[in-house]
T-cell receptor
Framework: KNQVEQSPQSLIILEGKNCTLQ??????????LRWYKQDTGRGPVSLTI?????NTKSNGRYTATLDADTKQSSLHITASQLSDSASYIC?????????????FGGGTRLMVKP | GAGVSQTPSNKVTEKGKYVELRCDPI?????LYWYRQSLGQGPEFLIY????????DSGLPNDRFFAVRPEGSVSTLKIQRTERGDSAVYLC????????????FGQGTRLTVV
């Protein structure tokens, strides 16, 4: 069964600090992996996409890594801001009989405190 | 439209009643997903449409849940004989096609069954 596990479930950091969120997956065959940010009361919004051949990709203060061999990804947030407080969801795409399907992780709830 | 629109934004219903949740995807998006999200959890897959057909409905929890997309655009999620356990945020997402898996999400419908 395709699964995506994220850790930690929740995290509290001080403004200006860095943090790293983890995502492990068992989706196969693998197509790509996206990190989404979900603000409270909103739908998830894509931050970055990682394909099989990519190891690192940055989007501003967000840097995602992917190790396709160990099936692990991380999202590193640098110099955190209060607006980074949100849930971060790892979503893995893999082809099945129905086409390109998305498997969601449970998310990491990040709170940035002043 | 500019984004995925879901109506209503909030719905309170009595146990045992029937409800319909509507999703207007981004114009031209052929893939449409329904997810259910409980508080503090990641989205849980319900059903995926490619065009008018339900390509994968394996996430529907039981036969009280049904979804349609008769013209390949607007979709309606229907829940019969609602139960308190159905209370959640129901998210809809669309993507350009099943290959381009950046899913754009609506803000969700918060369903409360009392």
């Amino acid at each position: 069964k395709n699964q995506v596990e994220q850790s930690p479930q929740s995290l509290i950091i001080l403004e200006g600090k860095n943090c790293t969120l983890q995502c492990n997956y068992t989706v196969s065959p693998f197509s790509n992996l996206r990190w989404y940010k979900q603000d409270t009361g909103r739908g998830p919004v894509s931050l970055t996409i990682m394909t099989f051949s990519e190891n690192t990709k940055s989007n501003g203060r967000y840097t995602a890594t992917l190790d396709a061999d160990t099936k692990q990804s991380s999202l590193h947030i640098t110099a955190s801001q209060l607006s980074d407080s949100a849930s971060y969801i790892c979503v893995v795409s893999g082809y099945n009989n129905a086409g390109n399907m998305l498997t969601f992780g449970g998310g990491t709830r990040l709170m940035v405190k002043p | 439209g500019a984004g995925v629109s879901q109506t209503p934004s909030n719905k309170v219903t009595e146990k045992g009643k029937y409800v319909e949740l509507r999703c207007d995807p981004i114009s031209g998006h052929t893939a449409l997903y329904w997810y259910r999200q409980s508080l503090g959890q990641g989205p849980e897959f319900l059903i995926y449409f490619q065009g008018t057909g339900a390509a994968d409905d394996s996430g529907l929890p039981n036969d009280r849940f049904f979804a349609v997309r008769p013209e390949g655009s607007v979709s309606t999620l229907k829940i019969q004989r609602t139960e308190r356990g159905d209370s959640a945020v129901y998210l809809c997402a669309s993507s350009r096609d099943s290959e381009s898996n950046e899913a754009f999400f609506g803000q969700g419908t918060r369903l409360t069954v009392v």
